[in-house]
T-cell receptor
Framework: DAKTTQPPSMDCAEGRAANLPCNHSTISGNEYVYWYRQIHSQGPQYIIHGLKNNETNEMASLIITEDRKSSTLILPHATLRDTAVYYCIVRVAIRRGGKLIFGQGTELSVKP | DSGVTQTPKHLITATGQRVTLRCSPRSGDLSVYWYQQSLDQGLQFLIHYYNGEERAKGNILERFSAQQFPDLHSELNLSSLELGDSALYFC???????????????FGEGSWLTVV
């Protein structure tokens, strides 16, 4: 299974962009990169996912490098409510069940 | 609200007992995934069902079992409970079995299990 590497923690000032990096150098050609976040002990919340192209939705933007070995999640204007653990996940291919394998994630602290 | 419903939200039980956690997936979703989150282990994948059939198993203990019913709801059965089974148990659902890897998986709010 493709593994991901994320910094354990990051700080961001409120109102500024939060850029969360993720390395996934062993990703296969048909595997998507997903981002989720978990606030306290709530259920993981889906943010965004992508395969090759950059993606944007109402929550965030996902920038995937051309070689697909790394990606960056961008929260354009971080608020205090964005404080959470952010997980970058490569979803395994169907032969291995299509499940999400969570790593340790990045604990993002948004400060006033 | 993700649309995935889990019951009960909180449960306290004694060691050696058996409990059942229930999950109703989002309308139209055929896949159900179960995860366990304890303080020292992070989110651990337990098992995946698709349209009533088991698709993948993770580090699920033999004391634990799951099933998915014809109406697509799922139950996770935990037996001979130990103190170490205290954790948050999450259910998640998606529309397919993961063939294309591009369909979103949505999580419920979890069931807090405390074993005393």
């Amino acid at each position: 299974d493709a593994k991901t590497t994320q910094p354990p923690s990051m700080d961001c000032a409120e109102g500024r962009a939060a850029n969360l990096p993720c390395n996934h150098s062993t990703i296969s050609g048909n595997e998507y990169v997903y981002w989720y976040r978990q606030i306290h002990s709530q259920g993981p919340q889906y943010i965004i996912h992508g395969l090759k192209n950059n993606e944007t939705n109402e929550m965030a933007s996902l920038i995937i490098t051309e070689d697909r070995k790394s990606s960056t999640l961008i929260l354009p204007h971080a608020t205090l409510r964005d404080t959470a653990v952010y997980y970058c996940i490569v979803r395994v291919a169907i032969r291995r069940g299509g499940k999400l394998i969570f790593g340790q994630g990045t604990e993002l602290s948004v400060k006033p | 609200d993700s649309g995935v419903t889990q019951t009960p939200k909180h449960l306290i039980t004694a060691t050696g007992q058996r409990v059942t956690l229930r999950c109703s997936p989002r309308s139209g979703d055929l896949s159900v995934y179960w995860y366990q989150q304890s303080l020292d282990q992070g989110l651990q994948f337990l098992i995946h069902y698709y349209n009533g059939e088991e698709r993948a198993k993770g580090n699920i203990l033999e004391r634990f079992s799951a099933q998915q019913f014809p109406d697509l709801h799922s139950e996770l059965n935990l037996s001979s409970l130990e103190l170490g089974d205290s954790a948050l148990y999450f259910c998640a659902s998606s529309v397919d079995e993961g063939r294309k890897s591009g369909n979103t998986i949505y999580f419920g709010e979890g069931s807090w299990l405390t074993v005393v």
